[in-house]
């Protein structure tokens, strides 16, 4: 009896540590609950914010130059713009004959090229062969309407920090790449314009490499015009490749010079000549021999133009010396 009474009193005990082991193991649980509670509202109050918060988009791609954006994973800014243009032209005189399908008409244009108000006059004295020219008359090539988007722009712009200072890139096109006789038909089936290249350079420091605007060419005294073709008078040709390199002195001065591709055309008894013209006789007025009497193209360049423009800056404006060496 004594045996069974301690064997009893034995299992009693361990119902008893059973009982009191209950209310632990209930404590872990409700605790592990309450902590995964505290995490998913912690996650809740996360998500609250994110969607609360402004996208991170706005300030990340942000650029470093207006209009710009930065293209994910580099230091690269990006800038991509331009505009539509439709240009519509109606000439009462004096306009390009009909086929050649261009809205450009100043000093880039056919203003030059076209009579306004004369009537079938010869010119005397005119360096060409025969020492005479006739004048088309301008009745006959007036009420010409033309229509045209060629002078819609696109322009594609970057700029990359480096150790010298930033690197900066221009591409600019146009679609004015079509004149004289690639210009005609145009519209016989579509209008099958062609990209023409305006600007194309790259930047770093105070060096520029490419096609870009002339050395001479001061574009804030330039005036705003509606003529694609620009003012006649204008100081040089407008775009064009050079190597140039401006120094940034006191006192708001500063000094460029440049390397710019020459252009150059010489009126002579047998015609005119550019840099790159093809002197083959059937070009021009050499009947009856097989090369010109000049032999070789007096045109040609060995050398680039070499300009060099002084600017003083001024609150009220600036003031620009300008001069070219050619050969």
Request: charged share 15%; aromatic share 6%.
């Amino acid at each position: 009896m004594t045996r069974k009474r301690k064997i009893g009193a034995l299992g009693g005990l361990a119902a008893i540590a059973l009982l009191a082991g209950l209310p632990q193991a209930q404590a872990d649980e409700l605790a592990d609950l309450r902590a995964n509670q505290q995490l998913l509202q912690q996650r809740l109050d996360q998500l609250a914010q994110a969607a609360a918060a402004p996208p991170p988009s706005a300030d990340v791609l942000k650029g470093s130059f207006p209009r710009s954006i930065l293209i994910p994973g580099t230091d690269t800014s990006l800038s991509i713009g331009g505009f539509i243009d439709e240009t519509l032209d109606y000439w009462f005189s004096g306009g390009p004959p009909n086929g050649n399908q261009t809205t450009t008409i100043g000093e880039n244009g056919v203003l030059l090229s076209v009579p306004l108000d004369v009537h079938g006059q010869r010119v005397p004295g005119f360096p060409t062969p025969g020492n005479v020219v006739p004048v088309q008359t301008a009745h006959s090539r007036g009420h010409v309407f033309s229509q045209s988007p060629r002078e819609s722009r696109l322009r594609i712009e970057t700029r990359t920090p480096s150790a010298w200072g930033p690197v900066g890139t221009v591409m600019e096109f146009d679609w004015a790449g079509t004149n004289g006789a690639s210009g005609q038909n145009l519209l016989h089936v579509s209008d099958n314009l062609i990209p023409r290249l305006r600007l194309a350079y790259a930047t770093i420091g105070g060096l520029l490499v490419g096609q870009a605007y002339g050395n001479t060419v001061d574009l804030a005294a330039n005036p705003e015009t509606l003529d694609f073709g620009g003012d006649v008078g204008q100081w040089g040709v407008v775009r064009i490749p050079q190597v140039r390199y401006t120094f940034e002195t006191p006192l708001g001065t500063s000094i460029s010079v440049s390397a710019e591709a020459p252009d150059t055309d010489i009126w002579t008894p047998v015609g005119m000549f550019e840099q790159d013209s093809n002197i083959n006789c059937a070009n021009y007025s050499c009947s009856g021999t097989t090369t010109l009497p000049l032999g070789v193209n007096p045109a040609k360049n060995t050398a680039p133009d070499v300009t060099a423009v002084l600017q003083v800056t001024r609150p009220w404006g600036h003031l620009q010396l300008k001069g070219v060496v050619r050969d």
